[in-house]
């Protein structure tokens, strides 16, 4: 499926096309200080898809913490929000780890599978228990 993409403040904006299947939950304790959550949602596209349409993300480079291999992280210089992850340098590139929360079509993107979950927070499998808002409001 197409999907579309944008930081917060819309600085970048980006296309590609996402196989819905292929989403997945990335538990690893790198995805979770860069998310400032406890997981980051994420969907694999073909680098020959993936197309920028404005903006040029900021780079840098992270050594995963289990394989050693660097990874480019790109995020909005402007407003800090996550893009996508792939192998760094130039030229094309097989794949982009798209960051989901940045997609137009995020309901579409259900995740299919948690990755890394032996480094899940304990309290992710019970979540759905948990109040439900339909707005922020004062714990």
């Known amino acids: 499926m197409k999907v579309h993409g944008s930081c917060h403040c819309e600085h970048i904006t980006f296309e ?3 196989d819905p299947e292929k989403v997945g939950l990335c538990h690893c304790t ?11 949602t994420n969907v694999p596209v073909p680098g020959d898809t993936f197309r920028m ?8 480079i992270k050594t995963t913490a289990e394989s050693g291999n660097p990874r ?16 760094p340098g130039d030229g094309p590139k097989a794949t982009y780890m798209v960051r ?10 259900a995740p299919k599978v948690q990755n890394w979950f032996r480094s899940a927070q304990p309290w992710v499998t019970a979540i759905g228990a948990l109040r439900k808002n339909e707005k922020a409001r004062d714990n």
């Open 72 to 87: 480019a992280q790109a995020f909005c210089p402007k407003c800090g929000t996550s893009i996508y992850s792939t192998t």
């Open 53 to 60: 349409l404005s903006g040029e993300p900021t780079i840098y």
């Open 30 to 40: 790198d995805c979770q200080t860069s998310s400032g959550s406890a997981f980051r």
């Open 100 to 109: 989901v929360g940045a997609l137009r079509e995020r309901d579409q993107l």
């Open 16 to 18: 590609a096309d996402a």
